[in-house]
């Protein structure tokens, strides 16, 4: 059967609730803008009969590297207001009129508020769990109520802040993604800056106060379990990726080492991600799910961070068996993605069919004047492998 799959890769935002007050932040246009383009990164998960339907326009070049590479069926525009998301849009237009796909499997990148709309008006099969299910998981309220070690404290007050935050800690935000709400709390005046911000939302909004107070670990090692939950609790082990962080921004994923499977294996860290899965499932959750743990230079095993029930870049790393790797590059114009095909190419490293190397995994990240590549580097057995020295390529561009 025919497999569509789409989805807004900003899902946190979405799920998050009205009336929850927000922590500090700067609000960056490009990256939301880039974000949007992160829906390209499902096309390697499509066979040659699938679709892949997406915020932004295709660009030619980056079908035909997919298919050169052996991954991808087609890439399709969805209609409507590029203000709107693609599941919006979906739920107001339905398929581009040449997609023909009616009856067709839908594999969303996460189940968001207009998820269940867009796959009824566009005539899709689908067994979606519901919103409610959804947001209540990836909440990091409700991984803390898991109780493990390491968990956080739950606050939903200011007087509970103050208390909470007496050392140095991290705030979180339970719909923060990749670093996005996460204050680190090391002094009395960022506290008072914190506090300052959110009693201005209580007292202008009357918003309430819901957030994860959490230990301030010195990191040794970031990685994630990845399962899916099936109907009836069904639970289906994928494997274990490690993180690579930049601070708290993700950078990549490869194989975690031999040393950190043993430690995991001898600390029952799969039993315990199980676990989580079955609790999800137990709320109604199915479909993808990851779990995001760390180790840190104190000996400890921190098995839940956080849990992310949707799709993910390291789940589709992991699916693949392929390193994953996010650099920043600048880019000085519209059809960057030909250009840094090209170049790869002529330096014998971009990957097809036949040939393991580099292949760009998303062309709408690259908007001007400064994109996420998003790469994969296949046909490497395990991380002793040398990565590609992608510098020369990259000057080449500028």
């Keep these: 059967m025919t497999t569509v799959r789409f989805g807004s890769c900003d899902a946190e935002r979405q799920w998050r609730p009205e009336g929850l007050a927000q922590l500090p932040a700067v609000r960056d246009r490009h990256a939301e803008r880039l974000i949007q383009g992160m829906d390209e990164l499902q096309a390697v998960l499509c066979g040659p009969e699938d679709v892949l339907l997406t915020h932004h326009r295709p660009d030619p070049a980056f079908g035909e590297v997919l298919r050169a590479a052996g991954f991808g069926g087609r890439q399709l525009q969805v209609p409507g207001d590029l203000a709107e998301t693609v599941e919006q849009r979906l739920a107001a237009h339905g398929l581009p009129p040449e997609a023909q796909l009616t009856g067709a499997r839908a594999e969303p990148y996460a189940v968001v508020p207009d998820t269940h709309a867009a796959v009824k008006q566009a005539g899709l099969e689908a067994e979606l769990p519901a919103l409610d ?206 250009r840094l095909a090209n170049a790869l190419d002529e330096a014998g490293l971009l990957a097809t069919a036949n040939r393991p190397g580099v292949l ?13 590549l998003f790469y994969a580097v296949t046909g490497a057995a395990d991380d002793t492998e040398p990565e590609p020295d992608l510098g020369p390529v990259l000057e080449r561009l500028v």
């Design 133 to 338: 299910a959804v947001r209540l998981v990836n909440s990091k309220t409700w991984s803390t109520r898991l109780d493990l070690p390491g968990a956080g404290r739950i606050v939903t007050s200011l007087d509970q802040l103050r208390e909470a935050a007496q050392g140095p800690c991290v705030v979180k935000d339970p719909y923060g993604v990749s670093g996005q709400g996460n204050i680190v709390l090391d002094s009395p005046a960022r506290l008072t800056m914190v506090e300052r911000h959110l009693r201005r939302q209580q007292e202008q909004r009357q918003d309430r106060i819901e957030l994860v107070v959490q230990p301030l670990f010195e990191r040794q090692n970031d990685f994630a379990a990845h399962l899916t939950v099936g109907r009836g609790g069904a639970v289906v082990w994928h494997g274990v990726r490690q993180i690579l962080n930049n601070g708290h921004s993700y950078r990549g994923s490869a194989a975690p080492s031999p040393e950190l499977l043993s430690r995991l294996d001898r600390a029952g860290y799969r039993e315990t991600a199980e676990s989580v899965a079955a609790a999800a499932a137990a709320e109604g959750y199915t479909g993808p799910l990851s779990v995001d743990s760390m180790t840190t230079t104190a000996g400890e095993l921190i098995p839940v961070l956080e849990v992310n029930a949707r799709l993910s870049p390291a789940l589709i790393a992991q699916r693949l068996g392929v390193r994953l790797r996010l650099v920043f590059v600048p880019v000085p114009a519209e059809g960057h993605y030909a």
């Design 360 to 372: 760009p995994l998303a062309a709408g990240t690259l908007a001007p004047p400064r994109g996420w």
